[in-house]
């Protein structure tokens, strides 16, 4: 790279040539000072910046430990759309949430639907007022400090979490599908609860594209030195350098596949396509590999699939399950609708894609059905050299080392990626009043305020792709590592569907709680030969003398058994929970199944065998009464609890007398 010109990691798949043409200091500063940043932000970012000088930590409150979820809270955030869709999400999550669940106790939040989930158009301060908590440090006796997103980013959109990382670990997950979703439930529950012990290895891959400054400018001066400088120090581990002509698209393959390590890292350019393209979602952010012939003999000419590794290439049985990745590639992670870059430059907003979306390769890393990655860190719109390199001082490894470390320490990724969230702060604060001195001051050098400008964009656009929360799964120091094991296969009349609208709805307090019966189980063993063996108990009816036999006995004690079991089903049928209160709890009484005296109905909610529910929630100043709707929910969850065990317990019992019967 020259000092003159920056260039930026992204390839035209139309024409082969850089999708951001390279571009002087001038030029980038001038869009530097044209940067607005709203006032609420720009106070978070001051404070975070201000708490790292001091010593202290913006991130989770002093005193918590951030590796203990029972500590530092655990929540997940969806959107306040009423759609049944979300419903059938939240139940394909249930064997996640319900590991958070256990792992975070009272910290444990979810924010779900009308009363919790996000708002549309919603800003993350007004999103933390609802639930009580202001700016300053994550305090998860309100708000937990790991949180996932639940959501595509049209409906959640990017700038929420950008914002609301400044304070909290927070990831996000969006499927096309119901399966992916419990895939990657699944995934996560296997990999923690096994545990799988997965051999200490790390794949840094890294391109250089012929005639290309640009990933000649990322092999050299980050993934070969960062490579290198944490090899150094973790002896444990072993350290793949796949580098130059060896990072081809085939090899690739196999390091997301049979080769597949605990820890990856690639950089490389990320495919682009023109706005509404047939292939803008489905490759968009996929990376372009060795293959390539760089910008001058493959100028002109449209970049094949056979030169970049996108979603498709991972096969129904590709697994990598436990793997951690970080994808430093323009779009690696997602899209926005808008252009960051030309809306400063031309002072308007124009659309580079028809919505924001998450990169197709991610998801499908995390949700492969015979194991996932637990997470993949990757970079929203472009990626640029200012991650890594500083004008004359060359190359600034720190915050990347300091990330890998944290990884290795044991760390969940959300935690171990705060260095960038305090660079992203500093670098705000700065050029905020680099800008604002330029006034009184005059102007500042164009390569000063192009390096701080694209610094602060590149350091605020990476995000986590999946629960903040994971972390690597490796074999302890010295011991022998396992390999994978595809995790068990969905079997549900839903497998093959996507998250199109179900007929239940859910609605969800921030303690957790009420959510339809479970949509997906582990494939269940099948009847075994040694099962249909008959040990010996007569059949059902009555012998030759007229008297009845151990089998017509128990024919009449399986009838009245089905008669007791119909009429608790019945029953059964419409669940209620009603929440009341008194300012006088001595003269309420309990009669024949029904609250008398002095009480007030607060809450009430009604869910049918199929899963309709209608809601009634308590509010208090406009607002949703939290404490209250705590309560109620958890009641609910209590009593859908009862209830789902007494239909499994009725369906075993009379399954398990059948059998007998026809023994």
Same mark, same amino acid.
């Given at each position: 790279?020259?000092?003159?010109?920056?260039?930026?990691?992204?390839?035209?798949? !139309?024409?082969?040539?850089?999708?951001?043409?390279?571009? *002087?200091?001038?030029?980038?500063?001038?869009?530097?000072?044209?940067?607005?940043?709203?006032?609420?932000?720009?106070?978070?970012?001051?404070?975070?910046?201000?708490?790292? &000088?001091?010593?202290?930590?913006? #991130?989770?409150?002093?005193?918590?430990?951030?590796?203990? +979820?029972? =500590? $530092?809270?655990? #929540?997940?955030?969806?959107?306040?759309?009423?759609?049944?869709?979300?419903?059938?999400?939240?139940?394909?999550?249930?064997?996640?949430?319900?590991?958070? %669940?256990?792992?975070?106790?009272?910290?444990?939040?979810?924010?779900?639907?009308?009363?919790?989930?996000?708002?549309?158009?919603?800003?993350?301060?007004?999103?933390?007022?609802?639930?009580?908590?202001?700016?300053?440090?994550?305090?998860?006796?309100?708000?937990?400090?790991?949180?996932?997103?639940?959501?595509?980013?049209?409906?959640?959109?990017?700038?929420?979490?950008?914002?609301?990382?400044?304070?909290?670990?927070?990831?996000?997950?969006?499927?096309?599908?119901?399966?992916?979703?419990?895939?990657?439930?699944?995934?996560?529950? !296997?990999?923690?609860?096994?545990?799988?012990?997965?051999?200490?290895?790390?794949?840094?891959?890294?391109?250089?594209?012929?005639?290309?400054?640009?990933?000649?400018? *990322?092999?050299?001066? +980050?993934?070969?030195?960062?490579?290198?400088?944490?090899?150094? !120090?973790?002896?444990?581990?072993?350290?793949?350098?796949?580098?130059?002509?060896?990072?081809?698209?085939?090899?690739?393959?196999?390091?997301?596949?049979?080769?597949?390590?605990?820890?990856?890292?690639?950089?490389?350019?990320?495919? =682009?396509?023109?706005?509404?393209?047939?292939?803008?979602?489905?490759?968009?952010?996929?990376?372009?590999?060795?293959?390539?012939?760089?910008? %001058?003999? #493959?100028?002109?000419?449209?970049?094949?699939?056979?030169?970049?590794?996108?979603?498709?290439?991972?096969? *129904?049985?590709?697994?990598?399950?436990?793997?951690?990745?970080?994808?430093?590639?323009?779009?690696?992670?997602?899209?926005?609708?808008?252009?960051?870059?030309?809306?400063?430059?031309?002072?308007?907003?124009? =659309?580079?894609?028809?919505?924001?979306?998450?990169?197709?390769?991610?998801?499908?890393?995390?949700?492969?059905?015979?194991?996932?990655?637990?997470?993949?860190?990757?970079?929203?719109?472009?990626?640029?050299?200012? *991650?890594?390199?500083?004008?004359?001082?060359?190359?600034?490894?720190?915050?990347?080392?300091?990330?890998?470390?944290?990884?290795?320490?044991?760390?969940?990724?959300?935690?171990?990626?705060?260095?960038?969230?305090?660079?992203?702060?500093? &670098?705000?604060?700065?050029?905020?009043?680099?800008?604002?001195?330029?006034?009184? =001051?005059?102007?500042?050098?164009?390569?000063?305020?192009?390096? +701080?400008?694209?610094?602060?964009?590149?350091?605020?656009?990476?995000?986590?792709?999946?629960?903040?929360?994971?972390?690597?799964?490796?074999?302890?120091?010295?011991?022998?590592?396992?390999?994978?094991?595809?995790?068990?296969?969905?079997?549900?009349?839903?497998?093959?569907?996507?998250?199109?609208?179900?007929?239940?709805?859910?609605?969800?307090?921030?303690?957790?709680?009420?959510?339809?019966?479970?949509?997906?189980? $582990?494939?269940?063993?099948?009847?075994?030969?040694?099962?249909?063996?008959?040990?010996?108990?007569?059949?059902?009816?009555?012998?030759?003398?007229?008297?009845?036999?151990?089998?017509?006995?128990?024919?009449?004690?399986?009838?009245?058994?089905?008669?007791?079991?119909?009429?608790?089903?019945?029953?059964?049928?419409?669940? !209620?929970?009603?929440?009341?209160?008194?300012?006088?709890?001595?003269?309420?009484?309990?009669?024949?199944?029904?609250?008398?005296?002095?009480?007030?109905?607060?809450?009430?909610?009604?869910?049918?065998?199929?899963?309709?529910?209608?809601?009634?929630?308590?509010?208090?100043?406009?607002?949703?009464? &939290?404490?209250?709707?705590?309560?109620?929910?958890?009641?609910?969850?209590?009593?859908?609890?009862?209830?789902?065990?007494?239909?499994?317990?009725?369906?075993?019992?009379?399954?398990?007398?059948?059998?007998?019967?026809?023994?």
């Amino acid at each position: 790279m020259s000092e003159e010109l920056l260039y930026i990691n992204g390839i035209n798949a !139309e024409t082969g040539d850089y999708a951001l043409p390279p571009l *002087s200091a001038e030029q980038i500063a001038k869009v530097a000072r044209g940067e607005q940043l709203d006032d609420d932000l720009k106070k978070d970012l001051q404070n975070r910046y201000n708490s790292s &000088l001091s010593g202290s930590h913006y #991130g989770l409150e002093a005193g918590r430990d951030p590796s203990k +979820l029972d =500590e $530092s809270g655990w #929540g997940v955030i969806f959107p306040a759309s009423p759609d049944a869709q979300y419903a059938a999400i939240r139940e394909a999550l249930s064997p996640l949430l319900d590991l958070r %669940r256990k792992q975070a106790g009272p910290y444990y939040k979810e924010y779900f639907g009308p009363p919790l989930g996000v708002r549309p158009n919603e800003t993350k301060n007004k999103f933390l007022e609802r639930l009580g908590m202001g700016p300053g440090p994550a305090n998860p006796e309100k708000v937990p400090y790991y949180l996932l997103i639940v959501g595509d980013p049209e409906t959640i959109p990017y700038s929420f979490q950008f914002q609301l990382d400044v304070q909290y670990a927070v990831g996000r997950i969006h499927f096309d599908t119901v399966e992916e979703y419990a895939n990657y439930a699944r995934s996560v529950v !296997e990999a923690e609860t096994r545990p799988l012990k997965l051999a200490r290895k790390a794949t840094f891959f890294g391109v250089v594209n012929p005639d290309d400054p640009a990933t000649n400018l *990322s092999a050299e001066n +980050l993934v070969a030195p960062l490579a290198d400088s944490l090899a150094a !120090e973790q002896k444990s581990w072993t350290f793949d350098k796949v580098m130059k002509e060896a990072a081809t698209k085939a090899k690739l393959s196999q390091v997301l596949g049979a080769e597949a390590p605990s820890l990856l890292f690639t950089a490389s350019h990320g495919m =682009e396509f023109p706005r509404g393209h047939a292939k803008q979602e489905p490759y968009t952010g996929a990376l372009l590999c060795q293959d390539w012939p760089g910008p %001058r003999k #493959g100028k002109g000419q449209p970049v094949n699939e056979d030169k970049f590794f996108h979603a498709g290439d991972l096969g *129904s049985d590709s697994n990598l399950l436990g793997m951690l990745a970080f994808l430093f590639a323009c779009y690696g992670a997602g899209s926005p609708r808008y252009d960051d870059f030309y809306r400063q430059a031309a002072k308007e907003r124009a =659309e580079v894609a028809p919505k924001a979306f998450l990169s197709k390769l991610p998801r499908r890393m995390l949700g492969l059905p015979k194991g996932g990655a637990l997470a993949v860190v990757g970079h929203v719109e472009r990626a640029w050299g200012y *991650s890594f390199i500083w004008g004359r001082a060359g190359k600034q490894l720190t915050v990347f080392e300091s990330t890998f470390k944290n990884l290795f320490d044991g760390y969940p990724i959300g935690y171990a990626l705060e260095p960038f969230n305090e660079r992203y702060a500093e &670098l705000a604060s700065e050029i905020t009043s680099a800008i604002d001195n330029e006034i009184y =001051e005059g102007p500042r050098p164009a390569q000063e305020m192009a390096g +701080l400008w694209t610094a602060n964009n590149d350091a605020r656009n990476y995000v986590i792709i999946g629960d903040p929360a994971v972390r690597l799964n490796v074999a302890g120091e010295g011991d022998a590592a396992a390999a994978r094991t595809a995790i068990p296969e969905i079997t549900s009349a839903a497998k093959a569907g996507s998250a199109a609208p179900a007929t239940a709805t859910s609605v969800v307090s921030a303690g957790g709680g009420a959510g339809p019966s479970r949509a997906f189980s $582990s494939e269940a063993p099948g009847t075994s030969e040694a099962s249909a063996v008959n040990y010996g108990f007569l059949g059902f009816g009555d012998n030759k003398e007229g008297g009845q036999t151990l089998g017509g006995a128990l024919k009449e004690f399986v009838d009245k058994l089905g008669k007791f079991l119909s009429d608790a089903l019945d029953d059964a049928a419409t669940l !209620e929970v009603a929440t009341y209160t008194s300012d006088n709890i001595e003269g309420v009484k309990y009669e024949k199944g029904e609250f008398t005296g002095p009480i007030k109905l607060r809450a009430l909610t009604a869910i049918k065998i199929d899963g309709d529910t209608k809601i009634c929630v308590p509010v208090k100043d406009d607002e949703v009464d &939290l404490s209250l709707w705590s309560i109620h929910t958890e009641a609910v969850k209590q009593a859908q609890t009862s209830r789902a065990e007494l239909v499994r317990a009725a369906i075993s019992a009379v399954s398990g007398l059948t059998n007998l019967g026809n023994k």
